[in-house]
């Protein structure tokens, strides 16, 4: 089965710093989409990012922005100036080429201290 | 715009009876999803659907679970008889199609005694 790993169950980081979470997948194909989704206390669970495989460039929103490595088939998440607010779980997802089918990570749950 | 709608929010209900979780998607939006949340499995996709059309169930548990899509604004996803093994949060989410982003609704929390 193709898999996200994401090897770190917990992070913390103190506010206003930096922290990055680490996302490794497998995959044969070449054209697929990669996903970080947070999930706060709420349950709810909220896209932070998206990155197309066939796009070199980083994808970066505000405050958010990945480490998109093809051939390690690695994709990071570095949040700058954390916020208490980013206290949550966060999943990274890939989409399968040819399929609509999302493939998640087991999470890690980031704490954010003040 | 609102945002995929699921009701409802709880359920608990007793072992051997139906539950029955909906689902609105987002308007507009062609593929709908069902997954579920467990400590242990993590999220699983279930089925999906694409312009109202099941595509993929294989990850249905079995066949206590069905889901059905009558038209574009409306699914349901039926466990009977519900077990406590069920006991899950269960999402539904919709995008524009392949490739696209899948938007999540608020998730339906169930409890099976």
């Known amino acids: 089965a193709q898999t996200v790993t994401q090897s770190q169950p917990e992070m913390s980081v103190q506010e206003a710093e930096t922290v990055t979470l680490s996302c490794t997948y497998d995959?044969?194909?070449?054209?697929?989409?990669l996903f970080w989704y947070k999930q706060p206390p709420s349950r709810q669970m909220i896209l932070v990012i998206r990155q197309e495989a066939y796009k070199q460039q980083n994808a970066t929103e505000n405050r958010f922005s990945v480490n998109f490595q093809k051939a390690a088939k690695s994709f990071s998440l570095k949040i700058s100036d954390s916020q208490l607010g980013d206290a949550a779980m966060y999943f990274c997802?890939?989409?399968?080429?040819?399929?609509?089918?999302?493939?998640f990570g087991k999470g890690t749950k980031l704490t954010v201290n003040p | 715009d609102a945002g995929v709608i699921q009701s409802p929010r709880h359920e608990v209900t007793e072992m051997g009876q139906e539950v029955t979780l909906r689902c609105k998607p987002i308007?507009?939006?062609?593929?709908l999803f069902w997954y579920r949340q467990t400590m242990m499995r993590g999220l699983e996709l279930l089925i999906y659907f694409n312009n109202n059309v099941p595509i993929d169930d294989s990850g249905m548990p079995e066949d206590r679970f069905s889901a059905k899509m009558p038209n574009a604004s409306f699914s349901t996803l039926k466990i009977q008889p519900s077990e406590p093994r069920d006991s899950a949060v269960y999402f539904c989410?919709?995008?524009?199609?392949?490739?696209?982003?899948?938007?999540f609704g608020p998730g339906t929390r169930l409890l099976v005694l």
């Open positions: 997802a890939r989409a399968q080429g040819g399929s609509e089918k999302l493939v």
């Open positions: 308007s507009g939006h062609n593929s």
């Open positions: 989410a919709s995008s524009l199609g392949r490739q696209e982003t899948q938007y």
């Open positions: 995959t044969s194909e070449s054209d697929y989409y």
